[in-house]
Structures are given as C-alpha cells and as structure tokens.
C-alpha cells in the first residue's frame, strides 16, 4: 500500500507524566488526516479525558493546570471510545516519538489491532539528519510549518494535542512530497528504524 494513497490518521496525546504510585494517563486527545498525501483540513478530532482524582507531574507540558475543572468533567476513555473507533481501527497511524501513543492506545483499547504505525520523529531523522533538533517544534520552525499549523487550529499552541496531532500531520505531508517518497509504502515507512539515523550521521561525519 503506497503511503500518498491511503488514509493515515495522525494522533497526539497530551499526558499527565509519571508521579510515584500513579502511571501516565493520556488528559487529551487529538487526531487530523493526511489522506493521498495531503492534510485534510476538515478532518480534526479533539477532546479532554477525564483522569479521576490524580495528581499531575507538575512538569508535564500543555495547560492542564487551567483546564483542570474541564478535565475533571470530561468523558472517559472507556466512554469516547466509540467515537473514536472510526478513526483509528483499520488504517495506519501516526505520531511523533510514537511510543507514547502506541502505549496509551494499548491500554484503552487492548482487544484492537491498531496500525501499522509511521513515526515521524524516525523519518525526519532519516530525511534531516543534520537537524540540530528532531523535537516537533523545533521541526516544524526548520522546515517553515510553524504557520500552516496554526492557521489550521487558530488559538492553540505547542503542547496542545490537537496542535501537535495537526503539525505531525504537516510533517508527514511535507515527508511524502520528498522526491522518491511517492513510490514509498506504508510498511516500509513504518520499519525505519533509529540506526539508519545513526548510520546517516556517522556516515556525513
């Protein structure tokens, strides 16, 4: 299956981090599609999760100190889970240092298959090497999409799970418009691997 002629939902998850006696929880979900290679505007899913009554890493990014009072009110996963169905069983997946996602979508849903997954962080590091920085923010300001993510969710900002989804999503765009990336397939995508990183760098050095 090439990757420009599927549909690939695109998926962030914003986390409560780790504090002792209390795993990491996913606080908020966001999602957005890249379909034939192209973000699709008008395809974003967001919501809160509701973690129960937990303390938050006072370190974990995003503002879920503000929205506290709204997390506490939010659906739980068990109770989104249909919604969520559609957009995540029975097409690949993608996210950025997707082993967070992969680990949440594990617990929600363990009866499920879900993927194949692309990481992005492994293909811009296979793209870019040379990056200083392969962290999604410090990406999406190198290759100019800083932009185009914020028009596409007006009023959110890094570390927001609809904004990070949509921005990941951008960087997979602009990774399937590489030349040579159009005959790419999905399962080949999903098997780069951190060593051909390391190979590329050791290689220009």
């Known amino acids: 299956m090439l990757a420009v002629e599927t549909s690939i939902t695109v998926i ?18 966001g999602m957005a599609v890249v379909r034939h290679g192209r973000v699709q505007p008008a395809e974003q899913y967001v919501s809160l999760l509701r973690v ?29 889970w249909p919604a969520l ?6 097409r690949p997946l993608c996210a950025h240092n997707a082993a967070v ?27 870019h090497p040379d990056l200083p920085s ?3 923010g410090d990406v999406l300001t190198a290759l100019g999409l800083t932009d185009r993510t914020a028009a596409l969710c007006p009023g959110r900002e890094a570390h927001d799970a609809l904004y990070d989804a949509v921005g990941c999503a951008l960087l997979l765009e602009y990774l399937l418009g590489l030349p040579g990336w159009e005959t790419t397939t999905v399962e080949s995508l999903a098997r780069v691997h951190p060593m051909t990183f390391h ?5 220009r050095s």
Do not use: C, S
């Open 12 to 29: 962030d998850f914003e986390t409560t981090g780790v504090v002792e006696g209390h795993a990491d929880e996913a606080w908020q979900i």
């Open 134 to 136: 392969h962290t999604l």
């Open 101 to 127: 996602e992969k680990k949440i979508l594990r617990k929600m849903a363990p009866l499920h298959r879900v993927g194949p997954w692309l990481d992005t962080l492994k293909l811009v590091r296979f793209a």
């Open 199 to 203: 190979r590329q760098r050791q290689a």
């Open 85 to 90: 169905h559609p957009w995540l069983v029975g």
């Open 52 to 80: 129960g009554q937990r303390p938050f890493n006072p370190y974990a990014p995003g503002k879920h100190h503000i929205l506290k009072a709204e997390i506490e009110r939010a659906p739980t996963q068990q109770a989104l």
